[in-house]
């Protein structure tokens, strides 16, 4: 298998067999009726006035607390951290003398290319004052990407605290370093006359003020806009002048995530983002937001653009994702030096983390469903809302400015497809993974894939890197692009080997699950990632550049036709879970070059492999990065649908056969006849739901209203879907637990105990009634500069732990101020997480 970034997990030993009993298969909803509103006021309005059940936008809480009483008595809200802002800043060409010469030629001085003038900004902006000021104290300030409250987080927002950065910010401090790193430019002899600060305060080059194109999304009006427009004036206080370039999502997206930065079109946005899940440990986000190899800064990874560089994060955030770590020390060392760099480099600044609020209509449902305590309502809570409604129908709206529900391509492969989250929020409950995280614990398990016979065996070499110690048998395959065929990995050595069983199931286009669909993808992914010379027409550079960092970890794969199982051999080592081992090492079932929760049949991709080699029937020229002269693949518009449906025409009337099933049609008991009947399914469901969108989970698209900006779903009925609404429900409940407070004495006297306090309040997840806490396990922890103490918390009464610090750990510390960590871990849920300062004399 390739092994890719996208890391999800299972549980061992979870059975999936006797899922549904007395309901129907599927969902407990008939039907699900997506739209807009152009106004968040007007969204809450009508969910309390009933005409919607659900607004399905993570609403800050500055609106929320600014609606009536009579409208909040009518909503149930769910409660979440899930969105976050940041600045994302275009350092092109990151080098002396900072000179940009544009792909159009012109020449022009950026401030953001000199790393120093990046880092300031984390001193110039008062976070502080955004929550209090534009949020109205319902956020919580954002340094690193991992908010302090989330597991783990406390130790990557330490490493901010150590460079000095605060929420408060220091302005002062910020313009002062600003003016050094721009006059230190100034004196380079490249800039000698050229760059200088004129006599209105505000820096020249060639004679012309520098002015920053500040891209700023106009239709956030109650956080991105006002947000943005702070954040200029705090720049132009530094004698940086700032065009505030307020637009719509179409043109802010387009023009920074979808051009060269070498344009020079732009130099700041005022990026969102939502939390896309409840997490237990936190690599991803510090990779996504911080490594240039993940493709999710300037230049996305597109090989023609200019790219940000930084190869220590690269590699050590490889190291994290990939499990070259060999304890879990070291697995936080890693983290917290990624941390630093990301903070250091400065190209994504953090701003905010929102509390966010999903409002539902409150007698809408029977009671309260799933929901992320990371993300708010998502598939898991589509899957589990009852409606009380008798035809089973649900109004879900979401809000855009500009009354429109997509923005990007709904490319299926391509690293820039589904690249928004109006879509992710349709698609996910279209599309079931092989395994993900608990909504409401973070903990992982299985869905479409079980596995068993985990091992990993690791040594460190006699340079001391951690090697593998497991030998791929001789029956091991891979696809190799450049022959087109499979060939043996036998004699390579692995770090960790599992094997997974295929959970029956049906695409959505009644073809059945099975090996063939993990052969296909695996072929797949290493041909497209894979470029075989130049010119090489099955080769999509960003695409790439998403997987292929992964190809070394991979040792190959065992497909076991007789008994419908995968073995794969794989680098991944996770000392703290198990479990997660599993995952890591599964098979992929989509091909999918970024995760936005997207997944199809292959028998789709593979019509869109074709579009892209050989032409499409409209004469459009089709590929999965959009570039110039190109179309992106596109599932969903009419255009796009019917060359996809006149490809799947021409593969019946060929039999075609994909190239990466060739060699195993036999083994397969398959013939080039049933792939035509898989094909001829496929076009059956385009042509009656006007769509490709053809997944595998508990709803389906069931049309398209463009015109109306309306989409509808509904729920999958086939008898072969293996889940039903009760099941997720049973499988997923838990404790879940709040910290109140954490209580420390006013000053503590060194070489004296310190009692902390800890006040927890314990529910149980999703029905959220809180009471006093007595089930969950208390540990605080003291944070010197020789590093962390641990104690366990002992009940002294419903909802009040109690933890002394000895003398003798406190004897030892100089007078100054300490944090202390507070965490409440409940029977099987999601660590809750406080801090304070212990001020010592």
Request: aromatic share 12%; proline share 5%.
């Amino acid at each position: 298998m390739r092994f890719r970034s996208l890391v999800v997990v299972l549980l061992l030993g979870l059975s999936l067999s006797g899922l549904v009993l007395a309901q129907d298969v599927g969902p407990f909803a008939n039907k699900v009726i997506y739209d807009v509103r152009m106004q968040e006021e007007i969204a809450l309005q009508d969910v309390a006035a009933g005409n919607i059940d659900i607004f399905q936008w993570s609403t800050s809480g500055n609106v929320i607390f600014g609606l009536d009483q009579a409208t909040l008595d009518e909503l149930d809200l769910y409660i979440a951290p899930t969105g976050s802002e940041s600045l994302l800043l275009n350092p092109y060409p990151n080098a002396a003398p900072y000179i940009a010469v544009a792909n159009d030629g012109t020449v022009s001085f950026n401030p953001f290319a000199i790393q120093e003038v990046r880092y300031a900004l984390h001193w110039l902006v008062n976070r502080q004052q955004i929550i209090d000021e534009i949020m109205q104290g319902t956020s919580e300030a954002a340094i690193p990407s991992v908010a302090p409250s989330q597991a783990g987080g406390f130790k990557l927002n330490l490493v901010a605290a150590k460079l000095g950065i605060t929420a408060e910010g220091d302005e002062a401090r910020g313009i002062q370093m600003i003016t050094d790193a721009m006059t230190a430019a100034a004196a380079l002899p490249e800039n000698v006359g050229r760059l200088a600060l004129g006599a209105d305060g505000f820096w020249e080059f060639d004679g012309v003020d520098i002015e920053l194109q500040f891209a700023i999304r106009v239709d956030d009006p109650n956080v991105r806009l006002p947000l943005g427009r702070y954040v200029a004036d705090q720049i132009e206080k530094a004698g940086i002048k700032v065009n505030r370039v307020e637009r719509d999502r179409v043109y802010c997206i387009r023009t920074t995530y979808l051009t060269d930065p070498a344009d020079m079109l732009w130099h700041m946005y005022t990026e969102g983002w939502g939390a896309g899940g409840t997490n237990a440990w936190q690599e991803v986000s510090i990779t996504q937001m911080f490594a240039p190899w993940y493709t999710n800064m300037p230049g996305g990874g597109e090989p023609s653009w200019w790219n940000f560089e930084s190869p220590e994060i690269d590699l050590l955030t490889q190291d994290i994702i990939y499990g070259k770590f060999f304890t879990l020390d070291e697995y936080w060392d890693k983290m917290v030096r990624s941390t630093e760099i990301g903070l250091r480099d400065a190209a994504r600044i953090y701003l905010q983390y929102d509390n966010s609020y999903f409002a539902v209509n409150k007698d809408a449902f029977e009671s309260r469903f799933l929901y992320g305590l990371g993300d708010g309502i998502n598939d898991f809570s589509l899957y589990t809302m009852r409606p009380v409604a008798a035809d089973g129908v649900v109004r879900i709206t979401q809000f855009s400015a500009q009354g429109a529900l997509f923005l990007n391509a709904w490319d299926p492969v391509g690293t820039q497809g589904f690249n928004d989250f109006y879509a992710a929020n349709i698609i996910t409950p279209c599309t079931d993974n092989v395994g993900t995280q608990m909504p409401g614990s973070g903990k992982d398990f299985p869905i479409l894939l079980t596995w068993k016979d985990v091992d990993t065996q690791i040594a460190l070499d006699a340079d001391g890197n951690i090697v593998g110690e497991i030998v791929v048998p001789a029956e091991a395959m891979e696809y190799d692009s450049a022959t087109g065929n499979w060939v043996s990995t036998g004699g390579e050595m692995a770090i960790s080997t599992a094997t997974y069983n295929i959970v029956d199931a049906n695409w959505h286009d009644g073809n059945p699950m099975g090996l063939w669909d993990y052969i296909y993808t695996e072929g797949f992914i290493t041909d497209w990632a894979t470029e075989d010379g130049a010119g090489d027409l099955y080769f999509d550079g960003p695409y790439g550049s998403a997987w292929s960092p992964g190809f070394a970890y991979s040792h190959g794969v065992i497909y076991d036709f007789a008994n419908n199982e995968i073995t794969t051999f794989f680098d991944y080592n996770f000392p703290p879970d198990a479990d997660r081992v599993g995952l890591s090492g599964a098979p992929n079932l989509y091909v999918r070059g970024a995760n936005h929760g997207q997944g199809v049949e292959w028998t789709v991709v593979e019509a869109l492999a074709l579009l892209v080699v050989e032409g499409s029937e409209s004469g459009t020229i089709y590929g999965f990065t959009p570039v110039e002269g190109v179309t992106e693949c596109d599932i969903l518009r009419v255009s796009g649908v019917a060359d996809i449906a006149a490809k799947l025409e021409e593969m019946i009337a060929s039999k075609h056969v994909p190239a990466y099933l060739a060699g195993y049609m036999d083994e397969l008991g398959l013939t080039a006849d049933d792939l035509v009947g898989f094909y001829e399914n496929t076009l059956a469901f385009i042509e009656a739901h006007g769509h490709a969108y053809v997944s595998n989970g508990g709803f389906y698209i069931d049309g398209f209203d463009p015109a109306n900006n309306q989409i509808t779903l509904a729920a999958n009925r086939d008898p072969a879907y293996p889940f039903n609404g009760q099941y997720w429900l049973d499988l997923l409940e838990t404790n879940t637990a709040r910290i109140d407070e954490v209580i420390l004495p006013l000053v503590a006297t060194a070489g004296q105990d310190v009692t902390v306090t800890v006040e927890v309040s314990e529910a149980t997840y999703p029905y959220n009634v809180f009471e006093p806490g007595t089930i969950s396990v208390v540990e605080v922890i003291l944070i010197t500069d020789a590093g962390e103490q641990s104690y366990i918390g002992a009940l002294v009464a419903p909802g009040e732990f109690e933890v002394v610090i000895p003398g003798s750990d406190t004897a030892g510390l100089a007078a100054g101020a300490y944090t202390v960590v507070g965490i409440a871990t409940p029977a099987g849920g999601l660590p809750a997480a406080s801090s304070v300062t212990l001020l010592v004399q």
